[in-house]
C-alpha cells in the first residue's frame, strides 16, 4: 500500500511559477512510476507528466511540454512537478499516482494509488 500526499498549490498569478511536492509512504518508492494529473472543474482528469523509477525517463502532456519538469528524489520518497510560465488555463487540482512498475503511463487507470490533490489556481 502507497499513501500519496500532495502539497504546493496556491495561487499565482499568469506567468507565475509553483513548484508541487508529493510525498510517498512506503519503502518500495523507487519502484514506483509516478504521474501528475489534473482536474479542472466540469472537465475530465487529465495526463500532465509521468517519471519512471529511476528518474531516466519523463514524458509530457503537450500543453505544458517546455514549461512544466516532472523530477523525483527516491532518498526522500517524494517527486515534485515544478510549473513555469503557469497560464490561467493550467488551473486545476492536480493529483500523484503511482503505479509499481518500471514503464511510464499515461492513462489514469493504469494507476494503483492517487493523492487527494492540490489547488492551482492561476490569475489572468
Known amino acids: 500500500q502507497v499513501q500519496l500526499v500532495e502539497s504546493g498549490g496556491g495561487l499565482v498569478q499568469d506567468g507565475g511559477s509553483l513548484r508541487l511536492s508529493c510525498a510517498a509512504s512506503g519503502r518500495t518508492f523507487s519502484s514506483y512510476a509516478m504521474g501528475w494529473f489534473r482536474q479542472a472543474p466540469g472537465k475530465e482528469r487529465e495526463f500532465v507528466a509521468v517519471?519512471?523509477?529511476?528518474?531516466?525517463?519523463?514524458y509530457y502532456a503537450d500543453s505544458v511540454k517546455g514549461r512544466f519538469t516532472i523530477s523525483r528524489e527516491n532518498a526522500k520518497n517524494t517527486v515534485f512537478l515544478q510549473m513555469n510560465s503557469l497560464k490561467p488555463e493550467d488551473t486545476a487540482v492536480y493529483y500523484c499516482a503511482a503505479r509499481q512498475s518500471t514503464g511510464v503511463y499515461v492513462l489514469a487507470k493504469r494507476y494503483d494509488y492517487w493523492g487527494r490533490g492540490t489547488q492551482v489556481t492561476v490569475s489572468s
Open positions: 517519471i519512471n523509477w529511476s528518474g531516466t525517463n519523463t
